[in-house]
């Protein structure tokens, strides 16, 4: 359960599966949205202490001649070697949480959106009330993918073993959208949540 006097609700989903796209229509409607990613690319950005430890321990290497982060250099060291991974998440883990923490607690909307790929991952889930998964099979995400990022599905296919699977995401979440289908569909999805999750909110502030 959260710890904060605002209801939050956690949307998360696969690499592929509509997750970014749900998250504009829900700010859209007026939801308050924060995205996890955003707020770990801000935590390493140039002259952060974040990014200065990383560069102590993997070396000048890691940045580029503008002195910013090389995130596919980083990628490539982390992806294979589980030591280097473990470093890297309990240097920004702590850092990330710290300014969403920061982040909700100033917001004013009934309810604010967390926006996060790896909500599970990185326990996450546990600053939330309820889980929005939005959910497409694998295949699907392999398509959508490789066809948005300009990569092979093979690529795809190893960033999806990298994050927990599917079967589980839908055990572990409240409500889960399907997104198969157009996307209209899912804007009808998501201004349905809108509406539960606004009145889940309003209710939760009252208490």
């Known amino acids: 359960m959260n710890p904060f ?3 939050v609700v956690g949307l998360t989903g696969g690499i592929g599966s509509g997750k970014s796209t749900a998250a504009k229509y829900f700010e859209k409607l007026g939801a308050k949205v924060i995205n996890a990613d955003v707020v770990a690319r801000d935590s390493v950005s140039s002259g952060s202490q974040a990014l200065l430890k990383i560069i102590q321990h993997f070396g000048e290497k890691i940045v580029d001649k503008k002195g910013k982060l090389d995130r596919s250099k980083l990628r490539e060291i982390i992806f294979d070697n589980s030591s ?3 470093w890297l998440e309990n240097l920004l883990h ?3 949480r710290e300014k969403i923490i920061l982040d909700i607690n100033n917001a004013s909307e009934s309810y604010v959106l967390l926006e996060s790929p790896l909500l599970f991952e990185t326990n996450q889930h546990k600053m939330v009330n309820v889980v929005l998964l939005i959910d497409v099979p694998e295949e699907l995400q392999v398509i959508r993918a490789s066809q948005r990022d300009k990569s092979t599905s093979n690529e795809i ?3 999806i073993k990298t994050q927990m699977p599917r079967s589980e ?3 572990l979440s409240t409500y ?3 997104n198969t289908k157009s996307e209209d569909d899912l804007k009808k999805q998501v201004k349905y949540y809108h509406k539960k999750f606004s009145e889940l909110g309003r209710n939760f502030c009252n208490l």
Do not use: G, M, Y
């Open 84 to 86: 280097e991974k473990l």
């Open 169 to 171: 995401k839908i055990k």
């Open 157 to 159: 296919k190893k960033i």
């Open 176 to 178: 889960v959208a399907d």
């Open 94 to 96: 702590p850092i990330i």
């Open 5 to 7: 006097n605002r209801f």
